[in-house]
């Protein structure tokens, strides 16, 4: 019974590996590629971290309120996803592309560009402004995709980090408000 349990999982691999060599483009020239690299590259967290703290410094007190409570979401969800990376230790694709990832975080499972995407997009769309959850939106599976296109996950990958995402978002939005409000009596700091 093990053993038929092992060898499913490894065809359900297998499968995931085929599925996402089928869509990767990261040793094709053109257009696609350079799409493809853009929107993987749009889901850093150094982005986002930097995006945020200037939208928090240069907002009013709506932008400065939804800025902290997606960096805070970002810094839990990306302790979480590293913690799964480690625990689980499925290796990258092999491949040239996105060099830096591949040194700093040789693990792909879960995506934390995924789960990053989708959480900042549930959040949006709980907190608003809508039109910045729609554009979130469109956006956040673009990410996801273009990941697997350049090389660097697997389909499974982002498909666990758009779930581990949507959780986080789902999280972030209940205990936002209780977080903030403890926050806030520990610094005795306006935080917006």
Do not use: C
């Amino acid at each position: 019974m093990l053993f038929e349990g092992f060898m499913h999982l490894t065809s359900i691999l297998k499968l995931d590996a085929r599925l996402s060599d089928r869509l990767r483009v990261a040793e094709k020239p053109g257009a696609l590629r350079n799409i493809a690299i853009f929107f993987a590259h749009s889901g850093d967290s150094w982005f986002w971290g930097a995006a945020l703290v200037i939208l928090w410094w240069l907002g009013n007190s709506f932008w400065k309120r939804w800025a902290l409570i997606e960096l805070a979401g970002i810094s839990v969800l990306a302790a979480l996803v590293m913690s799964l990376k480690f625990i689980i230790r499925r290796r990258r694709p092999e491949g040239e592309w996105g060099g830096i990832y591949r040194s700093t975080d040789p693990h792909s499972f879960p995506s934390g560009h995924a789960a990053r995407a989708f959480m900042i997009a549930v959040v949006a769309a709980g907190l608003g402004p809508g039109l910045a959850a729609l554009i979130l939106w469109i956006w956040a599976p673009l990410v996801a995709l273009a990941r697997v296109a350049m090389g660097v996950h697997y389909v499974s990958d982002v498909v666990a980090g758009f779930v581990v995402g949507i959780l986080m978002g789902l999280f972030v939005i209940q205990i936002h408000q209780v977080f903030f409000i403890w926050l806030g009596t520990l610094i005795h700091f306006p935080l917006w």
